[in-house]
């Protein structure tokens, strides 16, 4: 089955600052890959997905790329501002498996103004 | 209007007892699922159905029983609750089963003492 680790675990930066998450996973079938982004004592929401046809996508401030070849896929947050303090989860998971998720273990992001 | 809600809120309860938690989505979804989230935020999927049938069901004790009555309810009956069984449970639901957005509940948070 699908494996997904994420780093780091912890992330501190200064309020203006950029941060990147990063993700592998052991599934070359895998081509669906979501983040989502939990605020403390809050559900689980989606910020940005990518699929495998795609190398890189950007929102506003948030942007994932992916490289399927070396298996890892990234969340850079660019401007970092004290909203975006939260923990982060990369996701995989292949289009034929039922849309089972495998989530990664999480990294708390933590903006200082 | 909410989209995904679940009931209740907080469940606080001895070891050995049974509960259930409740969720109803009004999205017009097709899948829904429950995973639990542990101490260390750690997200895992239990179960997902698809039009009420079963389609996903992890490696959990089978103390555990999913129901679907309907496309727009999943509910989750435990038996015999366990200290380990203390977590933060999330109902979700997504329009398809493959590589689209889940949307989440506010969560379950069940102590058991």
């Known amino acids: 089955g699908e494996n997904v680790e994420q780093h780091p675990s912890t992330l501190s930066v200064q309020e203006g600052d950029s941060a990147v998450i990063k993700c592998t996973y052991s599934d070359s079938a895998s081509n669906y890959f979501p983040w989502y982004k939990q605020e403390l004592g809050k559900r689980p929401q989606l910020i940005i997905d990518i699929r495998s046809n795609v190398g890189e996508k950007k929102d506003q401030r948030i942007a994932v790329t992916l490289n399927k070849t070396a298996k890892h896929f990234s969340l850079h947050i660019t401007e970092t501002q004290p909203e975006d303090s939260a923990v982060y989860f990369c996701a995989a998971t292949p289009t034929d498996n039922w849309g089972k998720l495998q989530f990664g273990a999480g990294t708390q992001v933590v903006v200082t103004p | 209007d909410t989209a995904v809600s679940q009931t209740p809120k907080y469940l606080v309860t001895q070891m050995g007892n049974d509960k259930s938690i409740k969720c109803e989505q009004n999205?017009?979804?097709?899948?829904m699922y429950w995973y639990k989230q542990d101490s260390k935020k750690f997200l895992k999927i239990m179960f997902s159905y698809n039009n009420k049938e079963l389609i996903i069901n992890e490696t959990v004790p089978n103390r555990f029983s999913p129901k679907s009555p309907d496309k727009a309810h999943l509910n989750l009956h435990i038996n015999s609750l366990e200290l380990g069984d203390s977590a933060v449970y999330f109902c979700?639901?997504?329009?398809?089963?493959?590589?689209?957005?889940?949307?989440f509940g506010p969560g379950t948070r069940l102590t058991v003492l």
């Open positions: 979700a639901s997504s329009l398809a089963l493959v590589g689209i957005e889940q949307f």
């Open positions: 999205l017009g979804h097709d899948t």
